[in-house]
């Protein structure tokens, strides 16, 4: 079992910057690929960018590229996501995602954070 935590959520200024953090224990951290997705009240979850086990490789939705980073470091079992120039659109529940195999689909991850919301105002 992988217990996911995530934190760093809260009200931001559209425009303005967050940095979520994911916290993991349980089984080693650096065997899983790690992922961020999304959920706005009533749609469906949305991949938002994924990372390889050892950090070395990132991908990301179109709607973030150039202003969402993730990162991780194995050391502290932790992936980061710092989101700048954030849209009243981007406003969601944010959950982090462990698994063996990457990719953008939910159903490729085997162990899910609680979320951390994320609100923009407008």
């Known amino acids: 079992q992988v217990q996911l935590v995530e934190s760093g959520g809260g009200l931001v200024q559209a425009g303005g910057s967050l940095r979520l953090s994911c916290t993991a224990s349980?089984?080693?951290?650096?065997?899983?690929?790690m992922a961020w997705f999304r959920q706005a009240p009533g749609k469906e979850r949305e991949f938002v960018a994924r990372?390889?086990?050892?950090?070395?490789?990132?991908y990301y939705a179109d709607a973030v590229k150039g202003r969402f980073t993730m990162s991780r470091d194995n050391a502290k079992s932790t992936v980061y996501l710092q989101m700048n120039s954030l849209k009243p659109e981007e406003t969601a529940v944010y959950y982090c995602?462990?698994?063996?195999?990457?990719?953008?689909?939910?159903?490729?991850?085997?162990?899910w954070g609680q979320g951390t919301q994320v609100t923009v105002s407008s």
């Open positions: 995602a462990a698994g063996q195999i990457i990719g953008p689909t939910p159903r490729l991850y085997d162990y």
């Open positions: 990372i390889s086990r050892s950090g070395g490789s990132t």
């Open positions: 349980g089984r080693t951290f650096s065997n899983y690929a």
